[in-house]
């Protein structure tokens, strides 16, 4: 399977713990993003990464949430002291950066981390 | 801001006839468009792109189409079948940047 992975799939925890998700993109890809999604709604971006570098934040990504993308392959999202809020779809999605290649711009989708936060 | 909106949360059709679902934007600097299809407890899947330098793209089964006078944006699924009810999504993007997503359209296909 050469598409988008994430794991975990689903994450119960309680509020106040630590969790953190991880994002494998297609691997030719080198731009990676994250968005949440909440019953109903449509994807709201938080951030994304072209290559290492984390480009850009949105202001729904508070203090509490961090990624990373160290190798500029894979990426893994962290919400520390988990509140009953943050219980969402977490999507990462990846393209290839403007330029690049001659389908660009196009984001790819994982199936999401589900995370529930009693 | 900025925003992607639908005009239709829901739609329901008969299995067979065409399906058309809406999308209204409001940043005219957007210049690349997608329609995702979301079934339950998955991601998006791409189904259509089109850049603003078209008006149409068609698909297998899908067109669609972008009106940039008035900001819309619409998705034409030809004979919908079972397996075409989703939640539908549009997205616009500003030259590389982040998509903004509308809130989806649901369509439901009677037998």
């Known amino acids: 399977d050469t598409g988008v992975s994430q794991d975990p799939r689903h994450k119960i925890t309680k509020r106040g713990q630590n969790v953190t998700f991880r994002c494998d993109p297609i691997?030719?890809?080198?731009?990676l993003y994250w968005y949440r999604q909440t019953l109903g709604q449509g994807p709201e971006f938080l951030t994304y990464?072209?290559?290492?570098?984390?480009?850009?934040k949105s202001r729904l990504l508070s203090d509490r949430f961090s990624a990373e993308r160290p190798k500029g392959s894979f990426s893994t999202l962290e919400i520390q002291r988990t509140e009953q809020g943050d219980s969402a779809m977490y999507l990462c999605?990846?393209?290839?950066?403007?330029?690049?290649?001659?389908?660009?711009?196009?984001?790819?989708f994982g199936p999401g981390t589900r995370l529930t936060v009693l | 801001g900025e925003s992607v909106g639908l005009h239709l949360p829901t739609l329901s059709v008969q299995e067979g006839d065409n399906s058309i679902i809406n999308c209204a934007y409001s940043?005219?600097?957007?210049?690349?468009f997608i329609w995702y299809k979301q079934e339950s407890g998955k991601g998006p899947q791409f189904i259509i792109d089109?850049?603003?330098?078209?008006d149409k793209r068609q698909g297998q089964r899908v067109t669609v189409l972008l009106n940039k006078t008035v900001k819309h944006l619409s998705l034409q699924i030809a004979a919908t079948q079972p397996g075409d009810s989703a939640v539908y999504f549009c997205?616009?993007?500003?030259?590389?940047?982040?998509?903004?997503f509308g809130p989806g359209t649901r369509l439901s296909v009677l037998p």
């Open positions: 089109i850049r603003s330098n078209m």
């Open positions: 940043n005219s600097a957007s210049d690349y």
């Open positions: 990464f072209q290559n290492e570098a984390q480009l850009e």
């Open positions: 997205a616009e993007n500003n030259y590389g940047q982040n998509f903004v």
């Open positions: 999605a990846s393209s290839s950066a403007p330029g690049t290649t001659s389908s660009t711009d196009t984001q790819y």
């Open positions: 691997s030719e890809h080198n731009r």
